[in-house]
Protein backbone atom coordinates (compact mmCIF):
# COMPACT_ATOMS: atom_id res chain seq x y z
CA UNK A 1 0.00 0.00 0.00
CA UNK A 2 1.17 3.42 -1.12
CA UNK A 3 0.91 6.42 1.10
CA UNK A 4 0.53 9.47 0.21
CA UNK A 5 2.00 12.66 1.31
CA UNK A 6 3.74 16.54 0.26
CA UNK A 7 7.07 15.98 1.28
CA UNK A 8 9.53 13.10 2.06
CA UNK A 9 12.03 14.02 3.93
CA UNK A 10 14.84 11.22 4.26
CA UNK A 11 17.10 11.63 6.78
CA UNK A 12 15.96 12.43 10.80
CA UNK A 13 19.60 13.54 11.79
CA UNK A 14 20.29 17.55 12.54
CA UNK A 15 19.20 18.24 9.06
CA UNK A 16 16.24 16.44 8.45
CA UNK A 17 15.16 17.75 11.86
CA UNK A 18 15.81 21.33 10.65
CA UNK A 19 13.67 20.60 7.18
CA UNK A 20 11.12 19.17 9.54
CA UNK A 21 10.73 22.51 11.78
CA UNK A 22 10.63 24.49 8.77
CA UNK A 23 8.41 22.52 6.79
CA UNK A 24 5.88 22.33 9.88
CA UNK A 25 5.85 25.91 9.67
CA UNK A 26 4.71 26.19 6.03
CA UNK A 27 2.20 23.98 7.04
CA UNK A 28 2.88 21.01 4.76
CA UNK A 29 2.06 17.87 5.14
CA UNK A 30 5.64 15.64 5.42
CA UNK A 31 6.95 12.63 6.92
CA UNK A 32 10.61 11.90 8.19
CA UNK A 33 12.01 8.66 7.56
CA UNK A 34 14.87 7.25 9.98
CA UNK A 35 17.49 4.36 9.25
CA UNK A 36 18.38 4.66 12.93
CA UNK A 37 16.13 3.09 15.57
CA UNK A 38 16.20 5.87 18.12
CA UNK A 39 16.53 9.75 17.84
CA UNK A 40 20.22 11.35 17.66
CA UNK A 41 20.83 10.71 14.09
CA UNK A 42 24.85 10.25 13.30
CA UNK A 43 25.84 12.22 17.45
CA UNK A 44 24.39 8.62 19.17
CA UNK A 45 27.47 6.79 17.15
CA UNK A 46 30.07 8.81 17.98
CA UNK A 47 33.35 7.97 20.03
CA UNK A 48 32.70 8.70 23.93
CA UNK A 49 35.23 11.65 24.12
CA UNK A 50 33.98 14.14 21.51
CA UNK A 51 32.52 17.45 22.03
CA UNK A 52 31.59 20.08 19.87
CA UNK A 53 33.80 22.69 18.40
CA UNK A 54 31.16 25.37 19.70
CA UNK A 55 29.28 26.43 23.11
CA UNK A 56 25.68 25.42 23.24
CA UNK A 57 24.11 28.41 22.71
CA UNK A 58 26.12 28.48 19.16
CA UNK A 59 25.50 25.01 17.97
CA UNK A 60 21.78 25.04 18.17
CA UNK A 61 18.37 24.30 15.60
CA UNK A 62 16.16 26.65 14.17
CA UNK A 63 13.51 27.60 16.63
CA UNK A 64 15.38 26.14 19.93
CA UNK A 65 18.35 26.85 21.60
CA UNK A 66 20.25 23.97 22.53
CA UNK A 67 20.59 24.03 26.84
CA UNK A 68 24.21 24.57 28.34
CA UNK A 69 26.09 21.03 29.79
CA UNK A 70 26.54 21.46 33.28
CA UNK A 71 30.50 21.87 33.80
CA UNK A 72 31.52 22.13 29.95
CA UNK A 73 31.77 24.38 27.62
CA UNK A 74 31.55 22.50 25.01
CA UNK A 75 29.11 19.80 24.83
CA UNK A 76 29.32 16.34 24.38
CA UNK A 77 28.05 14.04 21.74
CA UNK A 78 25.30 12.18 24.31
CA UNK A 79 24.26 15.92 25.13
CA UNK A 80 23.43 16.41 21.84
CA UNK A 81 21.65 12.83 21.60
CA UNK A 82 19.13 14.26 23.95
CA UNK A 83 18.96 17.68 22.63
CA UNK A 84 17.96 16.27 19.22
CA UNK A 85 15.66 13.95 20.84
CA UNK A 86 14.26 16.60 22.86
CA UNK A 87 14.00 18.63 19.60
CA UNK A 88 12.28 15.60 17.76
CA UNK A 89 9.20 15.70 20.59
CA UNK A 90 8.91 19.12 21.07
CA UNK A 91 8.01 20.15 17.93
CA UNK A 92 6.11 16.87 17.15
CA UNK A 93 7.88 16.24 14.54
CA UNK A 94 6.57 13.19 12.13
CA UNK A 95 9.64 10.71 12.56
CA UNK A 96 9.48 6.94 11.86
CA UNK A 97 12.51 5.67 13.17
CA UNK A 98 13.77 2.07 12.00
CA UNK A 99 13.12 2.77 8.28
CA UNK A 100 15.23 2.33 5.79
CA UNK A 101 15.11 4.00 2.30
CA UNK A 102 16.29 2.41 -0.66
CA UNK A 103 14.97 4.07 -3.68
CA UNK A 104 13.62 6.96 -5.01
CA UNK A 105 12.13 7.00 -8.26
CA UNK A 106 10.55 9.17 -10.87
CA UNK A 107 6.43 8.65 -11.02
CA UNK A 108 4.92 10.88 -13.50
CA UNK A 109 4.13 14.30 -11.59
CA UNK A 110 5.27 12.30 -8.28
CA UNK A 111 8.25 10.94 -6.48
CA UNK A 112 8.17 7.88 -5.30
CA UNK A 113 9.70 6.71 -1.67
CA UNK A 114 10.53 2.81 -1.55
CA UNK A 115 11.31 2.17 2.06
CA UNK A 116 11.73 -1.43 3.43
CA UNK A 117 8.53 -0.53 5.60
CA UNK A 118 6.50 0.32 2.27
CA UNK A 119 6.19 3.52 -0.09
CA UNK A 120 5.61 6.51 -0.08
CA UNK A 121 4.32 8.94 -2.84
CA UNK A 122 5.43 12.70 -2.48
CA UNK A 123 5.14 15.74 -4.35
CA UNK A 124 8.91 16.76 -3.51
CA UNK A 125 11.46 15.14 -1.38
CA UNK A 126 14.36 16.19 1.11
CA UNK A 127 16.94 14.00 0.95
CA UNK A 128 19.35 14.53 4.35
CA UNK A 129 21.37 11.35 5.25
CA UNK A 130 24.50 13.00 5.60
CA UNK A 131 27.70 11.01 5.29
CA UNK A 132 28.66 9.13 8.65
CA UNK A 133 26.95 5.87 7.05
CA UNK A 134 29.29 6.28 4.13
CA UNK A 135 32.89 6.22 5.78
CA UNK A 136 35.80 6.70 3.15
CA UNK A 137 38.66 3.80 3.01
CA UNK A 138 42.28 5.09 0.71
CA UNK A 139 43.23 2.39 -1.64
CA UNK A 140 46.84 2.31 -0.01
CA UNK A 141 49.00 -0.54 -0.85
CA UNK A 142 49.01 -3.90 1.18
CA UNK A 143 45.80 -2.74 3.12
CA UNK A 144 44.30 -6.41 1.92
CA UNK A 145 47.47 -7.97 3.80
CA UNK A 146 47.65 -6.27 7.07
CA UNK A 147 46.72 -8.99 9.44
CA UNK A 148 46.10 -6.47 12.72
CA UNK A 149 42.85 -4.43 13.16
CA UNK A 150 41.74 -1.84 10.91
CA UNK A 151 38.68 0.43 11.57
CA UNK A 152 37.32 3.74 10.83
CA UNK A 153 36.49 6.64 12.69
CA UNK A 154 33.11 5.26 13.14
CA UNK A 155 33.54 2.54 14.88
CA UNK A 156 36.40 4.12 17.46
CA UNK A 157 35.04 4.45 21.25
CA UNK A 158 37.33 4.62 23.31
CA UNK A 159 41.51 4.20 24.03
CA UNK A 160 40.81 1.27 26.37
CA UNK A 161 39.93 -0.55 24.00
CA UNK A 162 43.62 -0.31 22.59
CA UNK A 163 45.40 -1.08 25.94
CA UNK A 164 49.15 -2.33 24.74
CA UNK A 165 48.63 -1.65 21.55
CA UNK A 166 50.90 0.02 19.06
CA UNK A 167 48.25 1.94 16.97
CA UNK A 168 48.40 4.32 13.48
CA UNK A 169 46.10 6.91 13.50
CA UNK A 170 45.83 7.85 9.47
CA UNK A 171 44.05 11.28 8.34
CA UNK A 172 45.25 15.00 9.23
CA UNK A 173 41.69 16.45 9.56
CA UNK A 174 39.64 17.02 12.77
CA UNK A 175 38.87 13.57 13.05
CA UNK A 176 42.72 12.49 13.17
CA UNK A 177 43.75 15.04 15.28
CA UNK A 178 40.88 14.23 18.08
CA UNK A 179 41.49 10.68 18.18
CA UNK A 180 45.42 10.76 18.24
CA UNK A 181 45.25 13.28 21.07
CA UNK A 182 42.51 10.59 22.93
CA UNK A 183 44.62 7.64 22.57
CA UNK A 184 48.19 9.60 23.36
CA UNK A 185 46.11 11.87 26.72
CA UNK A 186 44.54 8.15 27.55
CA UNK A 187 48.37 6.76 27.94
CA UNK A 188 47.33 2.95 27.34
CA UNK A 189 48.55 3.05 23.45
CA UNK A 190 51.89 3.57 21.71
CA UNK A 191 50.69 6.04 19.19
CA UNK A 192 51.68 7.47 15.90
CA UNK A 193 49.59 9.81 13.99
CA UNK A 194 50.25 9.71 10.14
CA UNK A 195 48.85 12.50 7.87
CA UNK A 196 49.27 13.03 4.07
CA UNK A 197 50.20 16.46 4.51
CA UNK A 198 51.82 18.64 7.44
CA UNK A 199 48.55 19.13 9.95
CA UNK A 200 47.58 23.00 9.66
CA UNK A 201 46.07 24.11 13.30
CA UNK A 202 43.62 26.75 13.29
CA UNK A 203 44.32 29.59 16.11
CA UNK A 204 43.64 28.42 19.60
CA UNK A 205 41.03 31.17 20.20
CA UNK A 206 39.00 30.04 16.92
CA UNK A 207 35.93 27.41 17.78
CA UNK A 208 33.09 26.72 15.62
CA UNK A 209 31.27 30.37 16.49
CA UNK A 210 34.24 31.93 14.71
CA UNK A 211 34.10 29.10 11.69
CA UNK A 212 30.46 29.74 11.20
CA UNK A 213 31.14 33.71 10.71
CA UNK A 214 33.79 32.76 8.24
CA UNK A 215 31.96 30.55 6.34
CA UNK A 216 29.07 32.99 6.10
CA UNK A 217 31.04 36.19 5.14
CA UNK A 218 32.37 33.42 2.56
CA UNK A 219 29.07 32.96 1.21
CA UNK A 220 28.07 36.61 1.17
CA UNK A 221 31.28 37.43 -0.47
CA UNK A 222 30.14 34.73 -3.52
CA UNK A 223 26.89 36.03 -3.93
CA UNK A 224 28.35 39.49 -4.34
CA UNK A 225 30.48 38.71 -6.90
CA UNK A 226 33.47 39.70 -4.77
CA UNK A 227 37.15 37.46 -4.52
CA UNK A 228 36.70 34.40 -3.08
CA UNK A 229 38.02 34.17 0.53
CA UNK A 230 38.96 30.58 0.61
CA UNK A 231 36.43 30.15 3.70
CA UNK A 232 37.04 27.78 6.53
CA UNK A 233 39.89 26.07 4.65
CA UNK A 234 41.88 29.26 4.11
CA UNK A 235 42.07 29.46 7.87
CA UNK A 236 43.38 25.58 8.56
CA UNK A 237 42.32 21.96 9.19
CA UNK A 238 42.38 21.27 13.13
CA UNK A 239 40.16 23.28 15.37
CA UNK A 240 42.83 23.11 18.68
CA UNK A 241 39.84 21.81 21.17
CA UNK A 242 41.08 21.50 24.45
CA UNK A 243 42.44 18.23 24.59
CA UNK A 244 44.05 18.61 20.70
CA UNK A 245 45.36 21.83 22.54
CA UNK A 246 47.09 19.49 25.46
CA UNK A 247 48.49 16.58 23.81
CA UNK A 248 49.76 18.97 20.65
CA UNK A 249 51.42 21.22 23.50
CA UNK A 250 52.62 18.03 25.69
CA UNK A 251 54.85 17.24 22.51
CA UNK A 252 52.24 14.30 21.90
CA UNK A 253 50.89 15.38 18.99
CA UNK A 254 53.46 15.07 16.69
CA UNK A 255 52.46 13.83 12.55
CA UNK A 256 54.45 11.70 10.56
CA UNK A 257 54.22 12.05 6.67
CA UNK A 258 52.10 8.85 4.83
CA UNK A 259 53.87 5.83 5.01
CA UNK A 260 54.33 3.85 1.42
CA UNK A 261 52.09 0.81 2.46
CA UNK A 262 50.86 -1.51 5.20
CA UNK A 263 52.53 -4.87 5.26
CA UNK A 264 51.14 -8.13 7.15
CA UNK A 265 52.27 -6.50 10.51
CA UNK A 266 52.73 -2.90 10.28
CA UNK A 267 53.73 -0.20 7.58
CA UNK A 268 57.09 0.17 5.37
CA UNK A 269 58.14 4.01 5.28
CA UNK A 270 59.22 5.89 2.48
CA UNK A 271 62.56 5.58 3.42
CA UNK A 272 62.29 1.73 2.90
CA UNK A 273 62.60 1.37 6.74
CA UNK A 274 59.62 -0.51 8.58
CA UNK A 275 57.85 -0.12 12.09
CA UNK A 276 55.49 -2.46 13.29
CA UNK A 277 51.53 -1.76 14.43
CA UNK A 278 48.64 -3.64 16.00
CA UNK A 279 45.80 -1.28 14.98
CA UNK A 280 45.30 1.17 12.16
CA UNK A 281 42.43 3.84 12.39
CA UNK A 282 41.68 5.57 9.10
CA UNK A 283 40.35 8.83 9.97
CA UNK A 284 39.65 9.52 6.63
CA UNK A 285 36.87 11.08 5.93
CA UNK A 286 33.41 10.39 4.21
CA UNK A 287 31.41 10.50 1.16
CA UNK A 288 27.72 11.64 0.82
CA UNK A 289 25.22 8.91 1.42
CA UNK A 290 23.29 8.77 -1.96
CA UNK A 291 22.67 5.46 -3.12
CA UNK A 292 19.17 5.84 -2.29
CA UNK A 293 18.88 8.44 -5.28
CA UNK A 294 20.73 6.14 -7.65
CA UNK A 295 17.35 5.69 -9.67
CA UNK A 296 16.93 9.46 -10.66
CA UNK A 297 20.49 9.34 -12.45
CA UNK A 298 21.72 12.90 -10.96
CA UNK A 299 25.35 11.95 -10.07
CA UNK A 300 27.84 14.56 -11.17
CA UNK A 301 31.50 15.30 -10.86
CA UNK A 302 33.04 13.68 -7.48
CA UNK A 303 30.02 11.39 -6.80
CA UNK A 304 27.93 15.35 -6.05
CA UNK A 305 24.58 15.89 -7.47
CA UNK A 306 24.77 18.98 -9.33
CA UNK A 307 22.52 21.83 -7.40
CA UNK A 308 21.39 25.45 -7.12
CA UNK A 309 20.93 25.75 -3.10
CA UNK A 310 19.69 22.83 -2.07
CA UNK A 311 17.32 22.10 -5.18
CA UNK A 312 18.52 19.71 -7.51
CA UNK A 313 19.36 21.40 -11.08
CA UNK A 314 18.25 18.23 -12.71
CA UNK A 315 15.23 17.11 -10.96
CA UNK A 316 13.78 20.29 -8.87
CA UNK A 317 11.34 18.32 -6.52
CA UNK A 318 14.60 16.90 -5.10
CA UNK A 319 16.55 18.78 -2.82
CA UNK A 320 19.44 18.17 -0.79
CA UNK A 321 20.64 18.98 2.74
CA UNK A 322 23.42 19.09 5.22
CA UNK A 323 25.85 17.15 2.64
CA UNK A 324 28.60 20.20 3.32
CA UNK A 325 29.19 23.80 1.27
CA UNK A 326 27.90 22.38 -2.03
CA UNK A 327 24.19 22.21 -0.29
CA UNK A 328 24.57 25.23 1.54
CA UNK A 329 27.69 27.01 3.71
CA UNK A 330 28.07 25.35 6.52
CA UNK A 331 25.12 22.90 5.93
CA UNK A 332 27.05 20.01 7.54
CA UNK A 333 26.79 21.86 10.90
CA UNK A 334 23.67 22.12 13.64
CA UNK A 335 24.12 26.06 13.38
CA UNK A 336 24.61 25.96 9.89
CA UNK A 337 21.68 23.94 8.74
CA UNK A 338 18.88 26.39 9.64
CA UNK A 339 19.25 28.64 6.80
CA UNK A 340 19.12 25.88 3.44
CA UNK A 341 16.12 24.19 5.55
CA UNK A 342 14.59 26.97 5.53
CA UNK A 343 15.21 28.20 2.04
CA UNK A 344 14.31 24.28 0.70
CA UNK A 345 11.15 24.66 2.79
CA UNK A 346 10.43 28.00 1.03
CA UNK A 347 10.69 27.01 -2.51
CA UNK A 348 8.88 23.61 -1.95
CA UNK A 349 5.79 25.24 -0.84
CA UNK A 350 6.87 27.73 -3.84
CA UNK A 351 6.35 24.34 -5.78
CA UNK A 352 3.58 22.93 -4.32
Known amino acids: MTQHTDVVVVGGGQAGLAAGYHLRRRGLDFVILDADPAPGGSWQHMWD???????????SLPGRLMPAQARAIYPGAGHVVDYLADYEKRYELPVQHGTRVDAVRRDGDQLLVEADSGTWQGKAVISATGTWSRPFLPAVPGRSVFTGQQLHTVTYRSPADFTDQRVLVVGGGNSGAQIAADLTLGGQ???TWVTQRPPRFLPDDIDGRALFDVATSRRRALEEGRTDTGGVASLG?????????????AGLLTAKPMFSRLTTNGVQWADGSHSGADAVIWCTGFRPALAHLAPLSLRGPRGHIPTDGTRSLGEPRLHLLGYGDWTG??????IG???PARDAARAIAQLL
Not at 49 to 59: D, I, R, V
Not at 240 to 249: L, N, S
Open 329 to 334: PASATL
Open 49 to 59: SLHLFSPAEHS
Open 237 to 249: DIVAVPPVRAARD
Open 189 to 191: AEV
Open 337 to 339: VGR
